[in-house]
T-cell receptor
């Protein structure tokens, strides 16, 4: 079945450094790749997403890159701050022509700790 | 802006009891998804509804059932509860054709089975 692998499972960086989280998906039909930030006991919050017709997207300190051929996508956070500390999940889904969106298949998560 | 509402926020049940979780999507959203997140795990898709019809089914046990009502709210019914059902249950909703791709998550219901 569909599967999304995510690495690393934990990541510790110094404040101001960059953090990179990588995901690989198995379903070649996937064309929508959101990233979620989740704090302990809270809901997942969308931080950035990318569709398969775009190779890169950036929003301030956060960027996502997609390599559709290799079925890889990555999250890049620059100038990390202590408040970036959380669990980050990648996900893959399919957007159909009519706008309907399939279920999200999540990666296993990355616990990011930003040390002050 | 209105968000997804879930009730109750916390629920404690005994083994073999039943539980009903409710989800009220963002107004004018026509699709509802249910996810289960165990401790330290990623969210797992259970079931989804589009325009009150089941649209997809994931790893939902036969002991669970769900439906979407005419006002678009959804309920997840869980029977013969087991210890392993203890988890955070999230409902997410998505807008119609012009609503974009994002699934908006509710605050979750924390179910504890003793």
């Amino acid at each position: 079945g569909e599967n999304v692998e995510q690495h690393p499972s934990t990541l510790s960086v110094q404040e101001g450094d960059s953090a990179v989280i990588k995901c690989t998906y198995s379903d070649s039909a996937s064309n929508y790749f959101p990233w979620y930030k989740q704090e302990l006991g809270k809901r997942p919050q969308l931080i950035i997403d990318i569709r398969s017709n775009v190779g890169e997207k950036k929003d301030q300190r956060i960027a996502v890159t997609l390599n559709k051929t290799a079925k890889h996508f990555s999250l890049h956070i620059t100038e990390t701050q202590p408040e970036d500390s959380a669990v980050y999940f990648c996900a893959a889904s399919i957007i159909w022509g009519g706008g309907a969106t399939n279920k999200l298949i999540f990666g296993t998560g990355t616990l990011l700790a930003v040390q002050p | 802006a209105a968000g997804v509402i879930q009730s109750p926020r916390h629920l404690i049940k005994e083994k073999r009891e039943t539980a009903t979780l409710k989800c009220y999507p963002i107004p004018r959203h026509d699709t509802v998804y249910w996810y289960q997140q165990g401790p330290g795990q990623d969210p797992q898709f259970l079931i989804s509804f589009y325009e009150k019809m089941q649209s997809d089914k994931g790893s939902i046990p036969d002991r669970f059932s769900a439906q979407q009502f005419s006002d678009y709210h959804s309920e997840l019914n869980m029977s013969s509860l087991e210890l392993g059902d203890s988890a955070l249950y999230f409902c997410a909703s998505k807008g119609g054709l012009a609503g974009g791709s994002e699934q908006f998550f509710g605050p979750g219901t924390r179910l504890t089975v003793l």
